[in-house]
């Protein structure tokens, strides 16, 4: 593998773990080894992208080459790649690599995305953590994965909570580090943008060709680019992501389910409720009962 024949190559979407034809659920958070997961492929983890996941590859010993869609990099251990949803990426290991993959839904970015407007954009591009600045993010990252190996009462809360602080602290990071570019064909790149509008607009319901016109392109394209890469039209992920975020909502806050319609600007609260119930065969009141865990209270 090489940067130049990556950037020519049918990149892979994975909604699930790289080579897992599975899904995952909204809040999602998995923790691995790096031999666990690239042993079987010979070290070689193929250029691909998640739609929908985060990874934080954390590498105590040994080698990697590290590529995106138009760059490669020698990394020597100990080093960190933080890498966000839609960016192409790969990896050849050295045989004797000892790193671990921490792996976490977008509903968590979405869910801060509430109380720091700016994170979904500080967060949408690669970069890689060395030296000096490495410290307090192993720190956080250890803990997560012996949380996520122990089976502890109260395991899944804390976890979040662990998860958060780690994100927050890449997010106060991110305008210090000097960044990777995030490896995109033009078809990735307008989607990430498209999704990127849907996240910070107060009236996610405005048109297509709206949308469209924002991102230089015709409404047609965007279809077309949205059924490309997501097997959906583009009407259908903007409601994916009002969904998203309506989860976020019915997660974490104790509004009730009219506030959290208008919050996402839906007219109609009984549309949201049909809309909701359509996505995930419960209404948002259902859904909101069957979570077991305390919520974060709004401040």
């Known amino acids: 593998m090489h940067a130049n024949s990556i950037q020519h190559h049918e990149f892979i979407n994975y909604s699930g773990l790289y080579r897992e034809k599975n899904t995952h659920k909204e809040n999602y958070?998995?923790?691995?080894t790096i031999e666990n997961r690239s042993k079987d492929f010979n070290w070689e983890v193929d250029a691909h992208f998640h739609s929908s996941l985060y990874q934080v590859f954390f590498v105590e010993s040994g080698y990697a080459t590290f590529y995106t869609a138009d760059e490669q990099i020698c990394l020597e251990a100990p080093f960190m790649c933080f890498i966000p949803p839609l960016s192409i990426h790969?990896?050849?290991f050295g045989a004797h690599i000892d790193?671990?993959?921490?792996?976490?839904?977008?509903?968590?970015?979405?869910?801060?995305?509430?109380?720091?407007?700016?994170?979904?954009?500080a967060l949408e591009t690669i970069f890689v953590l060395k030296g000096?600045?490495?410290?307090?993010?192993?720190e956080a990252f250890n803990k997560?994965?012996?949380?996520?190996?122990e089976s502890k009462v109260g395991k899944e809360i804390i976890l979040e909570h662990m998860l958060y602080l780690l994100v927050l602290?890449?997010?106060?990071?991110?305008?210090?580090?000097?960044?990777?570019?995030?490896?995109?064909?033009?078809?990735?790149?307008?989607f990430k943008k498209f999704q990127h509008l849907i996240k910070v607009s107060r009236s996610p319901f405005m048109s297509l060709q709206v949308y469209a016109d924002h991102l230089h392109i015709t409404?047609?394209?965007?279809?077309?680019?949205?059924r490309s890469l997501k097997q959906m039209s583009a009407l259908q992920v903007v409601q994916v992501e009002l969904?998203?975020?309506?989860?976020?909502?019915?997660?974490?806050?104790?509004?009730n389910i009219s506030e959290i319609a208008y919050e996402l600007g839906f007219d109609d609260p009984s549309y949201f409720t049909r809309l909701f119930k359509k996505h995930t065969g419960l209404t948002p009141n259902e859904y909101r009962k069957q979570i077991p865990l305390a919520k974060i209270e709004q401040d």
């Open 219 to 226: 409404a047609k394209h965007l279809n077309r680019i949205c």
């Open 243 to 255: 969904i998203l975020k309506a989860k976020a909502h019915l997660y974490h806050f104790n509004s």
């Open 90 to 92: 790969g990896f050849h």
């Open 144 to 149: 997560i994965h012996n949380e996520f190996n």
């Open 99 to 121: 790193g671990r993959i921490l792996t976490f839904s977008d509903f968590y970015t979405e869910t801060l995305h509430e109380r720091y407007p700016n994170i979904l954009h």
């Open 132 to 138: 000096d600045a490495l410290p307090p993010f192993r």
């Open 169 to 190: 602290q890449f997010y106060r990071y991110s305008n210090e580090q000097p960044s990777l570019k995030s490896g995109h064909n033009n078809n990735l790149y307008y």
């Open 29 to 32: 958070i998995f923790c691995e």
